[in-house]
């Protein structure tokens, strides 16, 4: 008798399993994010005040200390919540609360985690309950725990495991050594809604993708028994806790040996629960003060198109435009897998257009190939601050080119949504602990503003946690280009203001196509486009490279090797190029051996520029620069030369044109 209510435990064989399994494969489809929670009843658990909810069709509670700690520690109990209850038992007499929600027939699957989102927002907001819970899993609750952890990491105080699955292909797959289960296989697939070929293929079990927990240094104890054949430890445990510390992640496995190894050796007896307790204790408590993201980001007209296309259409498409904090991984591909598990009915589109050390200029002129040129847009995050700081652009020039991009992306599909995002580097971080706001920050923001835009000012919110001691920069974040820590930081606070844009709207079919204001600036780079290099008149000393590529070994940028080149190396090289438009510039290639050029535009007086950066000694860079972005609309000249002088530091006197650029 007592052997079969472990198997029901276990398993989940229970009277009525197919009408469960169906009605849960139902909600699969359903966006949990528009359910609201009703309290239902209170009554009394273990002695303690239990107030009874539903979350939508999920029925939930949570369990109040007969007085609470400060700051309101909780943990979050994932599947079987009667079983081994010693622990929530202990903690609810120190002060924690006890919460938990049944979505056991779901495995720890995206509708089932969305469902966590919603319980988790209102626990914090509406109850008081500590922005970081400590989380609970048994067996198959390592699915949830993890699954929602490894996606809100900076939620999370630690992770207390008994027996845990850490891999659907073990349990309930039953495709290595433990036996699995058929009929639960069969339903894992269907809320999931893959095939077993993608399940078998599935690449975020409990144990892939430990990074963001590791980075965040998320205790972790797992109790396992000794010999555990349902749910094998070499499988699951073992791999998790090898991969763990591997990335520097802390974690403690305890094997059981003494008391009754039942059902195969997965139920065992919890030895000194106490000490459990205490850990939990020490790792949630006292509650740390962290600040909220909502402090760091302005909704403003919102994303309600965006909202109506992702919930009604079967396609949308997503462009991310940026430097190398965009074409790096990290945040960008978070945000992406997040709009796929809201929408799963959507189908998604997403445009890569971040590239390396390019910022709010090049951005103007190349937003019409690189973004435009693939469709329709309806949704586009733009970011630019850090590589504007860095490439030392004017004040004047960046608003040209940050409202241009607004007004071309706009002027291509009025209802595209557009956000904006001031990423952090030390020149910003240094700006504000002096009370300052960084010039950057300020010109996203004024256009931002201007065209009611949603923003996140990074910059402002790394700044603030920093002196609030949540992390260390040094060994943390460490660097403008964020190691893992800082991609999960930037991840978390986009979300949530996603989460808040999207909050509140009503479904529509219909899109709102909001006429643009008057320009902030009449001359704004809202037209920018590449033009061709073919153009180039009068060429005396220049030759066009059809595959161009270094020759020197040094380093280039993806897209800007194997292209043609309109290339000059000799001093006195000089060439013409009639052009219409406001604004005149090129992109070049600034390599070791970049040179100084000498420029005039229609017979005006000549200027120089050096081509040779900070960065020319090991790269060949992408570089866009101006010649003038404030000229009269119509035909103009520009004439280029290559002059006799060169940068002391350069090894040459080239000029390497990919692209000019007008407006």
Same mark, same amino acid.
Not at 179 to 205: M, R
Not at 439 to 468: C, F, M, R, W
């Given at each position: 008798?007592?052997?079969?209510? =472990? ?80 622990? !929530? ?47 609970? *899993? ?5 699915? $949830? ?14 992770? $207390? ?40 293929? $599935? ?9 963001? =927990? ?64 205490? =850990? ?86 190349? =937003? ?14 733009v970011e630019a601050a850090v590589n504007d700081n860095v490439n030392g652009l004017d004040s004047l020039t960046e608003v040209k080119a940050l409202e241009g991009i607004v007004r071309h992306a706009k ?51 790394? /700044? ?34 996603? !989460? ?51 020759? !020197? ?49 229609? *017979?005006?007086?000549?200027? /120089? ?5 900070? $960065? ?48």
């Amino acid at each position: 008798m007592i052997k079969t209510l =472990l198997i029901a435990l276990l398993f989940g064989f229970a009277a009525g399993i197919a009408s469960a399994q169906h009605h849960e494969n139902e909600l699969a489809g359903n966006a949990p994010a528009a359910y609201t929670i009703q309290k239902t009843t209170t009554d009394s658990w273990k002695g303690f005040e239990r107030i009874n909810l539903n979350v939508g069709p999920h029925s939930a509670y949570f369990v109040n200390p007969k007085k609470s700690l400060d700051g309101n520690p909780w943990i979050w109990r994932a599947s079987f919540p009667d079983w081994h209850t010693d622990i !929530d038992s202990i903690l609810l007499s120190k002060g924690f609360h006890v919460a938990y929600v049944k979505v056991d027939n779901l495995y720890g699957s995206p509708y089932a985690l969305q469902v966590w989102d919603v319980f988790y927002k209102y626990l914090t907001t509406e109850q008081g309950f500590a922005f970081k819970a400590a989380l609970e *899993g048994v067996s198959r609750g390592g699915l $949830y725990v993890y699954g929602w952890a490894k996606r809100n990491p900076d939620k999370v105080t630690c992770i $207390y495991n008994e027996a845990p699955v850490c891999d659907i292909k073990s349990w309930p797959g039953g495709k290595l050594s433990g036996p699995g289960d058929a009929a639960l296989w069969k339903q894992l697939q269907e809320v999931y809604h893959i095939t077993e070929q993608q399940a078998l293929a $599935y690449h975020d079990n409990p144990i892939d993708n430990l990074d963001g =927990l590791a980075a965040f240094k998320v205790p972790v104890m797992h109790i396992i028994g000794i010999d555990d054949k349902l749910v094998p430890n070499a499988e699951n445990t073992n791999i998790l806790a090898q991969r763990y510390t591997a990335l520097g992640g802390p974690m403690m496995v305890y094997p059981v040996t003494a008391g009754p190894q039942e059902l195969s050796g997965h139920h065992f007896p919890i030895e000194n629960p106490e000490q459990w307790a205490n =850990l939990i204790t020490g790792y949630s408590y006292p509650v740390k003060k962290i600040l909220p993201y909502n402090n760091y980001f302005k909704v403003r007209d919102g994303l309600a198109n965006s909202l109506n296309l992702f919930k009604t259409n079967k396609t949308a498409t997503v462009a991310f435009l940026g430097g190398s904090i965009t074409y790096n991984p990290g945040w960008r591909e978070k945000i992406s897998r997040y709009f796929t598990e809201r929408f799963p009915a959507t189908k998604f589109h997403f445009i890569q257009a971040g590239i390396p050390s390019l910022g709010s200029v090049p951005h103007a002129f190349r =937003l019409q190939r690189d973004v435009l040129d693939s469709g329709r847009v309806d949704l586009l995050f733009v970011e630019a601050a850090v590589n504007d700081n860095v490439n030392g652009l004017d004040s004047l020039t960046e608003v040209k080119a940050l409202e241009g991009i607004v007004r071309h992306a706009k002027t291509a599909n009025p209802a595209m949504d557009i956000v904006m995002m001031e990423f952090v580097d030390p020149d910003k971080i240094r700006d504000y602990n002096n009370d300052k706001t960084p010039l950057q920050v300020a010109n996203h923001e004024l256009i931002s503003g201007y065209y009611g835009l949603p923003s996140v000012n990074l910059a402002k919110e790394v /700044t603030d946690k920093l002196n609030n001691q949540e992390f260390s920069w040094q060994y943390d974040f460490k660097d403008l280009h964020p190691a893992i820590y800082g991609q999960e930081l930037y991840f978390a606070s986009i979300k949530s203001l996603l !989460d808040q844009c999207f909050a509140g709207y009503p479904s529509s079919t219909k899109l709102v196509n909001k006429s643009l204001p008057k320009p902030l600036n009449a001359l704004n780079i809202s037209k920018g486009q590449y033009y061709s290099i073919q153009n180039a008149k009068n060429l005396n000393g220049w030759v066009i490279n059809p595959d161009w590529t270094p020759t !020197d070994n040094t380093a280039t940028r993806d897209g800007f090797v194997h292209k043609p080149m309109l290339i000059g190396t000799k001093p006195g090289s000089s060439l013409t190029l009639p052009f219409k438009g406001t604004a005149i510039g090129m992109a070049i290639v600034s390599g070791p051996d970049a040179g100084i050029i000498n420029y005039s535009i229609d *017979g005006g007086a000549e200027k /120089t520029m050096d081509l040779y950066t900070q $960065y020319s000694s090991w790269l060949y860079l992408p570089w866009y620069v101006t010649f003038s972005t404030d000229l009269k609309r119509g035909r103009h000249t520009l004439k280029l030369k290559i002059d006799s002088h060169k940068n002391m530091n350069s090894k040459g006197t080239a000029c390497q044109v990919i692209y000019f650029l007008t407006n």
